[in-house]
Nanobody
Framework: QVQVEESGGDSVNTGGSLTLSCAVS???????????MGWFRQAPGKEREGVAG???????IYADSVKGRFTVSRDNVKRTLYLQMNSLKPEDTAMYYC???????????????????WGRGTQVTVSS
């Protein structure tokens, strides 16, 4: 069973920066560095949307709304996923979720919510 736990959410002003972390624990027949990993967010009254994804090779994909401002990365030794968020806007306000999909080899990042393991979320609030 895989456990996923996010941290790093906070309240910041417009233009500020935050780094979210996602710690992955537990064992499966696959190793963490082969997992597909993703960040999602959900604002009140809106559907959950994919923000960023990363595959086993470190290839990434981003939602158009965050391209050039957000960067996803992974530390395979620490089994941790990161989301560096710069130039934050009020519309980035949401609960941010980390998701993990254990597999033999993740060959391409994706933004749709086809992940089996999810964290409980960490709140990001950006005020104008």
């Amino acid at each position: 069973q895989v456990q996923v736990e996010e941290s790093g959410g906070d309240s910041v002003n417009t233009g500020g920066s935050l780094t979210l972390s996602c710690a992955v624990s537990g064992d499966t027949k696959y190793t963490y560095n082969k997992y597909c990993m993703g960040w999602f967010r959900q604002a009140p009254g809106k559907e959950r949307e994919g923000v960023a994804g990363i595959d086993a090779d470190g290839s990434t994909i981003y939602a158009d709304s965050v391209k050039g401002r957000f960067t996803v990365s992974r530390d395979n030794v620490k089994r941790t996923l990161y989301l560096q968020m710069n130039s934050l806007k009020p519309e980035d306000t949401a609960m941010y979720y980390c998701a993990a999909e254990p597999m033999r080899y993740c060959s391409g990042p994706y933004l749709d919510p086809a992940y089996n393991y999810w964290g409980r979320g960490t709140q990001v609030t950006v005020s104008s």
